[in-house]
């Protein structure tokens, strides 16, 4: 691997006045030649990236799908969009930004967590299997607290918890719940 790939970089970490520790570099893999790939002969370059710089991470494309010999289906983009979520999540949660807290789920493991919930506009809806210490926060990409919506003891049952979206910055961010020794997250992009 020459290093043109460190070159770009290093570049881009410079023009934006970025620390190259906090920034991550997410490189998906490309088609694999065994499902019809042209370039998927690249893919050792991608998983070696991070010899080259530090702070990157392949995104593994295995058991994804073409719909030619450079697209992914669209199926295939959707797993994909997961494991790079997954992925940032994890990178996250190891740089200890709030988001850290619970247990990390990786893709394709099967481990579920027993809190579930769901986003409706202003609207967070979840149930409770008993009594527990329940706190919604939100929080940006970088990790921030952007805010604390609420923070109660509830009984079992249904809840259902409301934010004010003026309160938060047009973009994307993340909602965590946590009840008890579980926590829950959701992605939510912020127009206003």
């Known amino acids: 691997m020459d290093l043109q790939s460190e070159s770009i970089y290093d570049n881009f970490i410079s023009e934006f006045g970025l ?21 998927g002969a690249f893919n050792k370059y991608i998983k070696d990236l991070n010899k080259v710089i530090p702070n990157a991470h392949a995104i593994s494309a295995d058991g994804l799908g073409g719909v030619d010999q450079f697209h992914f289906t669209s199926d295939s983009y959707r797993k994909f969009g997961k494991r790079y979520a997954d992925t940032m999540l994890t990178i996250l949660r190891n740089q200890g930004t709030g988001v850290a807290e619970g247990k990390s789920v990786k893709y394709g493991s099967g481990m579920e967590s027993s809190l579930k919930m769901k986003v409706f506009a202003n609207s967070v809806t979840f149930d409770l299997s008993e009594r527990s210490s329940v706190t919604l926060k939100a929080y940006s990409l970088q990790g921030s607290v952007i805010s604390t919506i609420s923070s109660s003891e509830l009984n079992a049952g249904e809840h259902s ?17 946590k009840a008890g020794k579980f926590v829950a997250t959701k992605t939510i992009a912020s127009s206003k």
């Open 19 to 39: 620390k190259a520790s906090e920034t991550p570099l997410l490189a998906g893999e490309l088609l694999y030649t065994n499902k019809g790939g042209a370039c």
């Open 161 to 177: 918890l409301t934010f004010n979206r003026e309160t938060i910055p047009a973009g994307v961010f993340i909602l965590e719940l």
